[in-house]
Protein backbone atom coordinates (compact mmCIF):
# COMPACT_ATOMS: atom_id res chain seq x y z
CA UNK A 1 0.00 0.00 0.00
CA UNK A 2 1.48 3.72 -0.77
CA UNK A 3 2.46 4.85 2.16
CA UNK A 4 -0.32 8.29 2.28
CA UNK A 5 -2.74 5.93 2.11
CA UNK A 6 -1.33 3.47 4.89
CA UNK A 7 -1.25 6.81 7.14
CA UNK A 8 -4.80 7.93 6.15
CA UNK A 9 -5.65 4.38 7.17
CA UNK A 10 -4.03 4.50 10.17
CA UNK A 11 -6.91 7.26 11.65
CA UNK A 12 -4.58 10.22 12.31
CA UNK A 13 -4.97 12.55 9.19
CA UNK A 14 -6.17 12.78 5.61
CA UNK A 15 -4.42 11.62 2.49
CA UNK A 16 -3.23 14.81 1.98
CA UNK A 17 -2.34 15.88 4.82
CA UNK A 18 0.20 12.23 5.21
CA UNK A 19 1.45 14.34 1.49
CA UNK A 20 2.45 17.02 3.40
CA UNK A 21 3.56 14.86 6.36
CA UNK A 22 5.87 13.29 4.54
CA UNK A 23 7.31 16.51 2.30
CA UNK A 24 8.27 17.67 5.91
CA UNK A 25 9.89 14.49 6.41
CA UNK A 26 8.72 13.84 9.45
CA UNK A 27 7.24 10.12 8.27
CA UNK A 28 9.95 7.27 8.41
CA UNK A 29 9.80 3.68 7.57
CA UNK A 30 12.08 1.36 9.11
CA UNK A 31 14.22 4.09 10.57
CA UNK A 32 14.56 5.96 7.40
CA UNK A 33 13.04 8.94 6.47
CA UNK A 34 10.57 8.55 3.66
CA UNK A 35 11.52 10.65 0.64
CA UNK A 36 8.97 9.49 -2.16
CA UNK A 37 5.78 9.79 -2.34
CA UNK A 38 5.04 6.32 -3.59
CA UNK A 39 6.99 4.60 -1.59
CA UNK A 40 5.05 1.31 -0.80
CA UNK A 41 4.69 -0.17 2.70
CA UNK A 42 3.38 -3.46 3.88
CA UNK A 43 2.60 -5.30 7.01
CA UNK A 44 6.11 -5.95 8.51
CA UNK A 45 7.50 -2.72 8.12
CA UNK A 46 7.19 -0.85 11.27
CA UNK A 47 6.37 3.45 10.18
CA UNK A 48 6.61 6.22 12.60
CA UNK A 49 4.96 9.42 12.21
CA UNK A 50 6.19 12.69 13.84
CA UNK A 51 8.30 10.46 16.34
CA UNK A 52 4.90 8.06 16.75
CA UNK A 53 4.50 4.53 15.78
CA UNK A 54 1.44 4.03 13.54
CA UNK A 55 -0.51 1.06 12.42
CA UNK A 56 -3.29 0.57 10.15
CA UNK A 57 -6.94 0.37 11.63
CA UNK A 58 -7.79 -3.00 10.81
CA UNK A 59 -11.16 -3.14 11.80
CA UNK A 60 -13.22 0.22 10.50
CA UNK A 61 -16.49 0.86 12.63
CA UNK A 62 -18.66 3.38 11.52
CA UNK A 63 -21.83 4.00 14.44
CA UNK A 64 -24.75 6.18 14.77
CA UNK A 65 -25.31 7.95 18.65
CA UNK A 66 -28.35 9.33 19.52
CA UNK A 67 -26.65 11.45 21.24
CA UNK A 68 -28.59 12.83 25.32
CA UNK A 69 -27.96 16.30 26.34
CA UNK A 70 -25.12 16.77 28.99
CA UNK A 71 -22.43 15.68 26.83
CA UNK A 72 -19.73 16.96 25.04
CA UNK A 73 -18.92 15.56 21.00
CA UNK A 74 -15.26 15.31 21.76
CA UNK A 75 -12.97 12.44 23.25
CA UNK A 76 -11.87 14.11 26.43
CA UNK A 77 -12.81 17.24 27.87
CA UNK A 78 -10.53 19.07 30.02
CA UNK A 79 -13.14 20.55 32.76
CA UNK A 80 -14.24 16.78 32.97
CA UNK A 81 -17.19 16.75 31.57
CA UNK A 82 -19.26 13.34 30.07
CA UNK A 83 -17.93 13.25 26.43
CA UNK A 84 -19.92 10.81 23.99
CA UNK A 85 -16.89 8.31 23.65
CA UNK A 86 -17.89 7.52 27.62
CA UNK A 87 -21.00 5.69 26.17
CA UNK A 88 -18.70 4.02 23.39
CA UNK A 89 -15.54 3.08 24.46
CA UNK A 90 -16.69 0.31 26.99
CA UNK A 91 -18.06 -1.56 23.92
CA UNK A 92 -14.85 -1.09 21.47
CA UNK A 93 -11.07 -1.33 21.54
CA UNK A 94 -10.23 0.88 18.69
CA UNK A 95 -9.40 4.91 18.46
CA UNK A 96 -12.89 6.04 17.92
CA UNK A 97 -14.27 9.61 17.71
CA UNK A 98 -17.12 11.88 16.48
CA UNK A 99 -17.84 13.31 12.87
CA UNK A 100 -18.25 17.02 13.49
CA UNK A 101 -20.16 17.87 16.80
CA UNK A 102 -23.26 18.82 18.48
CA UNK A 103 -23.09 21.44 21.54
CA UNK A 104 -23.29 19.59 24.97
CA UNK A 105 -27.08 20.70 25.06
CA UNK A 106 -27.91 19.54 21.86
CA UNK A 107 -29.27 15.96 20.90
CA UNK A 108 -29.41 13.70 17.98
CA UNK A 109 -27.83 12.07 15.08
CA UNK A 110 -24.34 12.25 15.89
CA UNK A 111 -21.46 9.63 13.82
CA UNK A 112 -18.63 8.36 14.90
CA UNK A 113 -15.88 6.25 13.50
CA UNK A 114 -11.89 5.17 13.47
CA UNK A 115 -11.78 5.99 9.83
CA UNK A 116 -9.69 9.40 9.40
CA UNK A 117 -10.34 9.72 5.90
CA UNK A 118 -14.08 8.91 6.19
CA UNK A 119 -14.11 11.70 8.71
CA UNK A 120 -12.25 13.79 7.26
CA UNK A 121 -14.58 14.04 4.02
CA UNK A 122 -17.93 13.89 5.55
CA UNK A 123 -16.54 17.52 7.58
CA UNK A 124 -15.10 18.94 4.54
CA UNK A 125 -17.21 21.75 3.72
CA UNK A 126 -17.19 21.05 0.14
CA UNK A 127 -19.19 17.67 1.00
CA UNK A 128 -22.17 20.59 1.64
CA UNK A 129 -24.11 17.49 3.37
CA UNK A 130 -27.55 19.40 4.65
CA UNK A 131 -28.30 18.28 7.98
CA UNK A 132 -31.74 18.60 9.80
CA UNK A 133 -32.81 19.70 13.18
CA UNK A 134 -35.67 19.40 14.81
CA UNK A 135 -36.38 22.34 16.71
CA UNK A 136 -38.72 23.95 19.73
CA UNK A 137 -38.37 27.64 20.63
CA UNK A 138 -39.68 30.20 23.22
CA UNK A 139 -42.06 32.42 20.83
CA UNK A 140 -44.12 31.57 18.21
CA UNK A 141 -42.12 31.24 14.64
CA UNK A 142 -43.27 34.60 12.40
CA UNK A 143 -43.73 33.84 8.55
CA UNK A 144 -41.07 36.85 8.78
CA UNK A 145 -38.84 35.29 10.59
CA UNK A 146 -39.07 32.09 8.23
CA UNK A 147 -38.58 34.57 5.23
CA UNK A 148 -35.33 35.93 7.07
CA UNK A 149 -33.65 33.07 8.07
CA UNK A 150 -34.17 31.17 4.85
CA UNK A 151 -32.88 33.76 2.97
CA UNK A 152 -29.68 34.08 5.16
CA UNK A 153 -28.87 36.01 8.14
CA UNK A 154 -25.65 37.25 9.68
CA UNK A 155 -24.27 35.54 12.97
CA UNK A 156 -20.75 36.52 13.98
CA UNK A 157 -20.41 38.67 10.50
CA UNK A 158 -21.27 35.85 8.32
CA UNK A 159 -24.11 35.35 6.45
CA UNK A 160 -25.54 32.08 6.17
CA UNK A 161 -26.26 30.26 3.28
CA UNK A 162 -30.31 29.43 2.13
CA UNK A 163 -31.82 26.63 4.33
CA UNK A 164 -35.24 25.65 4.53
CA UNK A 165 -37.94 25.43 7.41
CA UNK A 166 -40.99 23.47 8.05
CA UNK A 167 -43.40 24.73 10.52
CA UNK A 168 -44.95 22.18 13.06
CA UNK A 169 -48.25 22.58 13.53
CA UNK A 170 -51.15 25.08 12.45
CA UNK A 171 -51.45 28.75 12.81
CA UNK A 172 -49.93 31.29 14.28
CA UNK A 173 -48.62 30.40 17.94
CA UNK A 174 -46.25 27.34 16.54
CA UNK A 175 -43.33 27.65 18.35
CA UNK A 176 -41.79 24.19 16.40
CA UNK A 177 -40.03 23.42 12.91
CA UNK A 178 -37.51 21.35 11.47
CA UNK A 179 -34.54 23.22 10.11
CA UNK A 180 -32.30 22.12 6.80
CA UNK A 181 -28.89 23.86 6.15
CA UNK A 182 -25.96 23.17 3.98
CA UNK A 183 -23.20 24.03 6.50
CA UNK A 184 -21.92 23.77 9.91
CA UNK A 185 -20.81 27.14 11.93
CA UNK A 186 -20.46 27.10 15.60
CA UNK A 187 -23.82 27.00 17.26
CA UNK A 188 -25.42 28.07 14.27
CA UNK A 189 -28.59 27.08 14.36
CA UNK A 190 -28.89 28.59 17.48
CA UNK A 191 -27.56 31.90 16.57
CA UNK A 192 -29.67 31.93 13.12
CA UNK A 193 -32.48 32.11 15.65
CA UNK A 194 -31.14 34.64 18.12
CA UNK A 195 -30.90 37.04 14.73
CA UNK A 196 -34.90 37.17 15.05
CA UNK A 197 -34.89 37.38 18.85
CA UNK A 198 -35.82 33.40 19.52
CA UNK A 199 -34.37 31.29 21.79
CA UNK A 200 -34.11 28.11 20.81
CA UNK A 201 -35.29 25.59 24.04
CA UNK A 202 -34.42 22.21 22.77
CA UNK A 203 -32.33 21.41 19.68
CA UNK A 204 -32.01 17.53 17.62
CA UNK A 205 -30.41 16.38 14.64
CA UNK A 206 -32.66 14.31 13.20
CA UNK A 207 -31.02 13.50 9.78
CA UNK A 208 -27.73 14.44 8.01
CA UNK A 209 -28.49 13.99 3.94
CA UNK A 210 -29.66 11.04 3.57
CA UNK A 211 -28.99 9.25 7.10
CA UNK A 212 -32.35 9.23 9.49
CA UNK A 213 -31.92 8.76 13.53
CA UNK A 214 -35.24 7.21 13.35
CA UNK A 215 -36.43 5.67 16.56
CA UNK A 216 -32.79 4.77 18.01
CA UNK A 217 -33.36 5.62 21.58
CA UNK A 218 -31.79 8.24 23.05
CA UNK A 219 -28.11 7.43 24.20
CA UNK A 220 -28.01 4.04 22.24
CA UNK A 221 -25.72 3.83 18.98
CA UNK A 222 -26.00 1.28 16.35
CA UNK A 223 -23.73 0.34 13.48
CA UNK A 224 -24.14 1.91 10.43
CA UNK A 225 -25.53 -0.20 7.89
CA UNK A 226 -23.43 -1.09 4.68
CA UNK A 227 -26.33 1.01 2.36
CA UNK A 228 -25.44 4.18 4.57
CA UNK A 229 -21.72 3.75 4.70
CA UNK A 230 -21.61 3.17 1.34
CA UNK A 231 -24.31 6.83 1.10
CA UNK A 232 -21.67 8.61 3.22
CA UNK A 233 -18.61 7.29 0.94
CA UNK A 234 -20.22 8.61 -2.30
CA UNK A 235 -20.74 11.90 -0.94
CA UNK A 236 -18.76 14.69 -2.99
N1 LIG B 1 -26.52 24.14 15.55
C1 LIG B 1 -26.42 24.45 16.86
O1 LIG B 1 -26.70 25.57 17.25
N2 LIG B 1 -26.03 23.49 17.70
C2 LIG B 1 -25.75 22.22 17.32
O2 LIG B 1 -25.40 21.39 18.15
C3 LIG B 1 -25.85 21.93 15.96
C4 LIG B 1 -26.24 22.89 15.09
Do not use: W
Not at 4 to 22: D, P, V
Not at 123 to 144: A, C, F, G, R
Request: aromatic content about 6%; proline content about 3%; charged content about 30%.
Amino acid sequence: MRINKYIAHSGICSRRKAEELIAQKKVMINGEVVESLSTVVDAKDIVVVDGKKIEPEKNKIYLMLNKPSGYISAVSDDKGRKTVLDIIKPHYDERIYPVGRLDFDTEGLLILTNDGEFANKLIHPSSNISKTYYVELDQPLTMKSIFNLESGVVIDGYKTKKCRIKKIGKGTSTTKCLITIEEGKNRQVRKMFETQRLRVKYLKRLQIGELYLGDLEKGKFRPLTKKEIKYLMSIN
